[in-house]
C-alpha cells in the first residue's frame, strides 16, 4: 500500500472549514484513500473514502486531485468537537488490514 | 449504524495472568481485527480473521492468539500477560462481500498489566 503524508498538526476557527492535506504521491490505481479520525480516548471512527471522484456524506467532502497524488479532506463548519487527530490512509484492494500512519492533530479553537 | 462493542473500557490485570478480550459487531460482517495503539507508535495490526475459525497473523502477533468461533465475535488473548502488553487495544469489523469497505473501530479496552 503507498504511503502517505500528512502536516503533524493543524488549527482551525470553530464555525470555519478545515481543509485537511493529505500526499500520497505512489498511489497506485487500485487503490483508495480512507480518512478516519480519532478523539481522545475512542477507537478511531471511520469518516470517508474515495478512488477518483470526489465523494461527499454527512460528515465530510473528499477532494481528490485528477493524478491521484493527493487528496483534501473537508469538514465544512468545524466545531469543538471535530478535534481529532485525523489520519489519512491509501488502501489496495482484498480487505487487507488499515495502516496507519501520524496523522494530522485537528485543534479547532473557538 | 455499525456497532462494534468491546467487554471492557479498562482493565487491569497481573502479570502472568491469561487475559481475555472480547469483541463482538452487530453487522454480520466477514472480517474482524485486533489492533493494539501506543504513543508515538500509532496503531499496529495484531490479529485478523476473514471468516469463522480463520485467523491471520498481523504485524505484531507475538504473545497473542485469537478465536473466530462465531463470525460476530472475534477474542483476543494474552497467554501470559507481560507489562509490556499494556496498551490500548481496539477491535474492528469490515464487510468481505466486496473490496474496499472501511473498517469500523469499538472503543477500545485500556489494559494494565501490573
Not at chain 1, 43 to 68: F, W
Not at chain 2, 49 to 71: A, F, L
Request: charge should be neutral; hydrophobic fraction near 30%.
Amino acid at each position: 500500500d503507498a504511503k502517505t503524508t500528512q502536516p503533524t498538526s493543524m488549527d482551525c476557527a470553530e464555525g470555519r472549514a478545515a481543509n485537511l492535506p493529505c500526499n500520497h504521491s505512489t498511489i497506485s490505481g487500485n487503490e483508495y484513500v480512507y480518512w478516519y479520525r480519532q478523539i481522545h480516548s475512542q477507537g478511531p471512527q471511520y469518516i470517508i473514502h474515495g478512488l477518483k471522484n470526489n465523494e461527499t456524506n454527512e460528515m465530510a467532502s473528499l477532494i481528490i486531485t485528477e493524478d491521484r497524488k493527493s487528496s483534501t479532506l473537508i469538514l465544512p463548519h468545524a466545531t469543538l468537537r471535530d478535534t481529532a487527530v485525523y489520519y489519512c490512509i491509501v488502501r489496495g484492494s482484498g480487505n487487507t488490514p488499515l495502516v496507519f500512519g501520524k496523522g494530522t492533530r485537528l485543534s479547532v479553537i473557538a | 449504524d455499525v456497532k462494534v462493542t468491546q467487554s471492557s473500557r479498562y482493565l487491569v490485570k497481573r502479570t502472568g495472568e491469561k487475559v481475555f478480550l472480547e469483541c463482538v459487531q452487530d453487522m454480520d460482517h466477514e472480517n474482524m481485527f485486533w489492533y493494539r495503539q501506543d504513543p508515538g507508535l500509532g496503531l499496529r495490526l495484531i490479529y485478523f480473521s476473514y471468516d469463522v475459525k480463520m485467523k491471520e497473523k498481523g504485524d505484531i502477533p507475538e504473545g497473542y492468539s485469537v478465536s473466530r468461533e462465531k463470525k460476530e465475535r472475534f477474542s483476543l488473548i494474552l497467554e501470559s500477560a507481560s507489562t509490556n502488553q499494556t496498551s490500548m487495544y481496539l477491535c474492528a469489523s469490515s464487510r468481505g462481500d466486496r473490496d474496499y469497505q472501511p473498517q469500523h473501530f469499538g472503543d477500545g479496552t485500556r489494559l494494565s498489566i501490573l
